[in-house]
């Protein structure tokens, strides 16, 4: 039976966002199931007993993967663990689970992302001149090739596509584990009401707010956002969350004259009040494995509208509870969804829709602990027969 899990990923900060704000909180989900995990981060902020720092003193900005699998390897010869659970591609683990995608789709999707043909291709040329990331694509196209090694956890159909399509992983060792996210977060209500006030100050009106959540603007496709709200028409405005450069955001939006349809509200600690502050979830992403923020949206009983490459897609029906675009490029498909929604007959529609399907049970990170619990069981049970 499965006690001890050990779960590795590079940096134990959930201030990071994404991986690590994800990680921690299966790792709480987990152990709420009777299970005693411990974190093992090569570097980090340190926590509680069960968050192992193993690479702290290593000078360097980033540790390598080789330098930190020494010392993971070091600290499991000492520690047993029932299973091992890895978002890094370490062919020693029991279980894959590459929590940003395929190294080799993130670097076409970031490649795609640059309007200027030139760049996009100059970026898509030099994409592995970098040594950390060619490392791991090396390691992660020598653990997911064949028909041995660990299983790896898929967090949406469009990672199992990317795994089949890049490196061609053998069904047999890909399991499906849509991502998750914790949901009924306490709201603050003062907060939302005052992020309201900011984005109606900004924009000098009270209109339908769609909110945009991101760090990396570029990759999760503001501009384009800009210039199909640039094209609607409508009453919509966009609240802009995040802590990427806004100088050429901002000059966008002046010079295509949507300069007062936009509030750029910088980075928060708890983007639920944003969300709260919204009528609807909007990221036109090149790339997403499973986007935290529109599975948060969606926990929250609101519509969004994101793309086909966002893994985040598995959880919700397109033209019921959101609107899926096929590109980021398409600015009239982006234009026709933010028309869409300013209506608010299918705002109310759409979040209906979210409470009959019962989308946040499906959501929830109590699912994901409880599918991985029964991945971990698997593999335990593999274990006994070779």
Same mark, same amino acid.
């Given at each position: 039976m499965v006690k001890r899990v050990a779960i590795i990923i590079e940096r134990a900060d959930v201030a990071l966002g994404g991986a690590e704000r994800s990680i921690s909180e299966v790792t709480d989900a987990l152990s709420t199931l009777g299970l005693e995990v411990d974190l093992l981060a090569a570097r980090g902020v340190p926590g509680n007993a069960n968050v192992h720092l193993l690479c702290q003193d290593l000078p360097?900005?980033?540790?390598?993967?080789?330098?930190?699998?020494?010392?993971?390897? $070091?600290? !499991?010869? =000492?520690?047993?663990?029932?299973?091992?659970?890895?978002? %890094?591609?370490?062919?020693?683990? &029991?279980?894959?689970?590459?929590?940003?995608?395929?190294?080799?789709?993130?670097a076409l999707r970031n490649?795609?992302?640059?309007?200027?043909?030139?760049?996009?291709?100059?970026?898509?040329?030099?994409?592995?001149?970098?040594?950390?990331?060619?490392?791991?694509?090396?390691?992660? $196209?020598? !653990?997911? =090739?064949?028909?041995?090694?660990?299983?790896?956890?898929? %967090?949406?159909?469009?990672?199992? &596509?990317?795994?089949?399509?890049?490196?061609?992983?053998?069904?047999?060792?890909?399991?499906?584990?849509?991502?998750?996210?914790?949901?009924?977060?306490?709201?603050?209500?003062?907060?939302?009401?005052?992020?309201r006030s900011q984005i109606a100050d900004a924009t000098q009106k009270d209109p339908v707010v769609f909110l945009f959540a991101a760090h990396n603007f570029r990759l999760k496709g503001l501009d384009r956002?800009?210039?199909?709200?640039?094209?609607?028409?409508?009453?919509?405005?966009?609240?802009?969350?995040?802590?990427g450069k806004t100088d050429g955001p901002r000059q966008l939006a002046q010079r295509l004259g949507v300069g007062n349809r936009v509030a750029f509200l910088g980075p928060l600690k708890q983007v639920q009040n944003a969300v709260a502050a919204a009528d609807v979830g909007i990221l036109?992403?090149?790339?997403?494995?499973?986007?935290?923020?529109?599975?948060?949206?969606?926990?929250?009983?609101?519509?969004?509208?994101?793309?086909?490459?966002?893994?985040?897609?598995?959880h919700f029906k397109n033209g019921r509870h959101g609107i899926v675009v096929d590109s980021p490029d398409d600015i009239r498909a982006l234009a026709d969804a933010i028309r869409h929604f300013t209506v608010a007959a299918n705002i109310q529609r759409a979040a209906r829709a979210i409470a009959e399907d019962k989308l946040i049970e499906n959501i929830s990170i109590r699912r994901v602990a409880n599918e991985l619990f029964g991945v971990y069981e698997r593999i335990e049970e593999r274990k006994k027969h070779l």
């Open positions: 360097g900005k980033r540790v390598t993967l080789a330098a930190f699998g020494a010392a993971l390897q $070091r600290h !499991l010869a =000492q520690t047993h663990y029932d299973i091992v659970h890895s978002v %890094l591609p370490l062919d020693f683990t &029991d279980l894959y689970q590459p929590r940003g995608g395929t190294y080799a789709e993130s490649a795609a992302s640059y309007a200027n043909p030139a760049v996009r291709l100059y970026k898509r040329l030099t994409a592995w001149t970098n040594c950390r990331r060619m490392e791991l694509l090396r390691a992660e $196209r020598r !653990l997911c =090739q064949g028909s041995t090694g660990p299983l790896v956890a898929a %967090l949406s159909h469009y990672v199992v &596509d990317q795994l089949r399509t890049h490196y061609g992983t053998d069904p047999q060792r890909i399991v499906l584990t849509l991502n998750g996210v914790a949901t009924g977060r306490q709201v603050d209500p003062n907060e939302g009401k005052a992020l956002l800009i210039r199909a709200l640039a094209v609607t028409e409508s009453p919509a405005c966009l609240a802009v969350v995040g802590a036109p992403t090149f790339y997403d494995p499973s986007s935290r923020f529109i599975l948060e949206v969606l926990a929250a009983g609101k519509p969004v509208v994101t793309t086909r490459f966002n893994g985040a897609v598995d």
